[in-house]
């Protein structure tokens, strides 16, 4: 018997739908020497099996009558997607009317009933899949003029074509580092000129490993090739003769790999995990490759989904905003004497979200601006009820990124919270961190003196922590020295931490500014800080971070035990 296989010697599988068994069986027994075939039993159950990620049929053969979901409806919904389009449909009717309308919706053929003899059927099938496949790969033209690689349509056809994959294979995006530069600097010529040699260094590397490449967009190129042992020679070697031949000495590349691992998933998605990795290390001295993993592609996915949540979570309240009290030290009892509002994010569906993974990432992109105004405003808000409730004014500390220092709008933005608010200058702290001063010193300086004109006060955020200290100190007028965490982590275990947290204590008495510590959790160390004449602490051993209610409790005992105290007197 003839052989239908594909171009790996594999079964092309069929789908076929019939609401009659006696028909499943007759078309099965004609087909199954030739395919793989699979049944389903109406329009319902032949959608799920061709939205299954694995399906990949070559062919389906369809009834037109069928309860809950018609051949018709069947044929719609293929034509409306992308990937089932291209699966050549035949439909197996027995009215002509029939015939006409479904080859006019984009079936391919027909089979009328009842069956002709089943050799005549099976050449029918045959061909209809021979036409569909060819028509996929002549669709597309084949090359790239600039690279003389594939197309990305004809690449992606030749894959599809290849599939169920024979050998392990990789799909790899390679791109040229800053590329644009090239074309800013030497000219669109000099551009194409690039991108065409490294067409033909891509052209010589598949002389020695088997598989194919094309140009997808600009300077990124697919490639999809047996797999490697490791990538990071053949980069390096085809990085180097680039550099040789271009204008630009200092060209660097970089290669984001996918292992091709389930057999017939979708192509296009292992060259989007490939191409997250290869833009994952993009600016980044180092390896020139990187392999995907699921760890790292979880968390970028995690991060775009974040970013695009940020509008909707500040319309509907997902942002929460957070008091931890701080308490003054040194008298007989700890004081309740201020908070810090901190962020939380309550996302409806993924939970509970740490400001740690979240606040750095939209430093990265400028919405860590809104979001903190939301934060500041928020903070205000609660400042001035917790004032009419309780007739207490609870000192609250926000926290201004580092972003937000280049914000022309800044002092606006904050002089309008305040009034709106009908705040005084000693009601809302701003918390900067140090770091920041490492950015742009002279940037910061300004705004810090600005704000102070306007009567902010400045605490001085994880001090300690940058490189830039003591240098600082000099040129910034603060009002606050916050300890850097990790000080007090250490400061019962070694001595160095110890000597540096007592240094902080005597440089904030020279410069006649409080010291707050953060992060204190035990009594040992409070009882530590309090001898060294630290004024203020703020940790768990007091209190976790609290919600605005549960604060407002905090601040009703502080006012009963101040009354308490006067009646004493
Ligand atoms: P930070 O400003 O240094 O805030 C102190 C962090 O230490 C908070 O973490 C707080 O919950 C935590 N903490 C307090 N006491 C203890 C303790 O005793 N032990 C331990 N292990 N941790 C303690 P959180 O809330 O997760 O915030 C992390 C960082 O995120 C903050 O560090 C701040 O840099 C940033 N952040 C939080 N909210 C905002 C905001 O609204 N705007 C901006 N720009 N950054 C924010
Ligand atoms: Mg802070
Ligand atoms: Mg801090």
């Not at 009717?93 to 002709?116: C, H, L, N, Q, W």
């Not at 690689?149 to 580092?177: E, H, K, Q, S, W």
């Not at 993974?357 to 917790?386: C, T």
Request: proline share 4%; hydrophobic share 40%; charged share 30%.
């Amino acid at each position: 018997m003839k052989q239908f296989l594909t171009a790996n010697g594999l079964k092309r599988r069929v789908l076929i739908v019939d609401d009659e068994l006696i028909n499943r069986e007759l078309l099965g027994a004609m087909l199954s020497q030739t395919f793989e075939i699979d049944f389903a039993a109406d329009g319902e159950e032949a959608m799920a099996a061709l939205m299954q990620p694995e399906a990949a049929y070559s062919l389906i053969l369809l009834d037109l009558m069928m309860p809950k979901l018609d051949g018709f409806e069947v044929i719609r919904r293929c034509q409306a997607d992308e990937s089932l389009r291209r699966v050549p449909i035949i439909v197996m009717t027995s009215e002509k009317s029939a015939e006409v309308r479904s080859i006019r919706m984009g079936a391919a053929d027909f089979i009328t009933k009842p069956y002709d003899m089943p050799e005549v059927i099976l050449a029918r099938c045959e061909r209809i899949i021979e036409l569909s496949e060819d028509k996929s790969i002549i669709r597309s033209t084949e090359r790239d003029k600039v690279s003389g690689l594939y197309t990305r349509g004809y690449f992606f056809a030749y894959i599809r074509r290849m599939l169920p994959l024979p050998t392990p294979m990789d799909a790899l995006v390679l791109n040229i580092d800053r590329f644009h530069m090239i074309n800013e600097l030497f000219g669109r010529e000099e551009g194409d000129r690039v991108l065409s040699c490294f067409g033909a260094l891509i052209r010589e590397l598949l002389t020695r490993i088997r598989g194919i490449a094309c140009r997808s967009e600009s300077d990124t190129f697919f490639l999809f090739c047996e797999r490697q042992e490791d990538y990071e020679e053949a980069v390096a070697l085809m990085q180097q003769k680039l550099a040789e031949q271009a204008r630009s000495r200092s060209l660097r590349l970089r290669a984001g790999i996918y292992a091709c691992e389930n057999l017939s998933d979708d192509p296009e998605l292992w060259f989007s995990r490939a191409k997250t990795v290869c833009d994952r290390i993009r600016g980044q001295y180092g390896a020139l490759t990187a392999r995907y993993n699921s760890e790292l592609y979880e968390r970028t996915m995690l991060h775009e989904r974040l970013i695009g949540d940020v509008n909707d979570a500040i319309r509907n309240g997902d942002f929460v905003v957070y008091f931890q009290p701080k308490y003054r030290i040194q008298g007989d009892r700890p004081v309740l004497a201020s908070a810090e509002a901190l962020i939380r994010w309550i996302h409806p569906e993924l939970g509970f979200i740490s400001p740690g993974e979240f606040i750095p990432l939209f430093e990265n992109n400028g919405l860590i601006r809104q979001v903190d105004h939301y934060v500041w405003q928020k903070a205000a808000e609660q400042i001035r009820r917790w004032r009419d409730t309780y007739g207490l004014s609870i000192p609250v500390s926000v926290n201004v990124s580092r972003v937000d220092i280049m914000d022309p709008e800044l002092e606006n933005k904050l002089c309008a919270i305040r009034d709106e608010c009908a705040l005084s200058p000693s009601d809302l702290l701003l918390e900067i961190t140090e770091s920041a001063y490492s950015d742009s010193a002279d940037r910061l300086i300004s705004v810090i003196n600005s704000l102070r004109d306007k009567g902010f006060r400045i605490e001085m955020d994880d001090f300690g922590s940058g490189y830039s200290s003591l240098n600082m100190l000099t040129e910034i007028p603060i009002d606050v020295l916050k300890l850097d965490m990790q000080f007090i982590r250490r400061m019962l275990l070694d001595e160095k931490s110890l000597m540096l947290v007592k240094l902080v204590m005597d440089i904030a008495g020279f410069l006649k500014v409080p010291v707050v510590a953060e992060g204190v959790e035990e009594e040992a160390q409070l009882t530590a800080l309090r001898e060294m004449g630290c004024d203020i602490v703020q940790g768990y051993y007091f209190s976790p971070p609290l919600p605005a209610e549960r604060f407002g409790e905090l601040i009703e005992k502080e006012c009963q035990r101040r009354a308490e105290n006067h009646d004493h007197h």
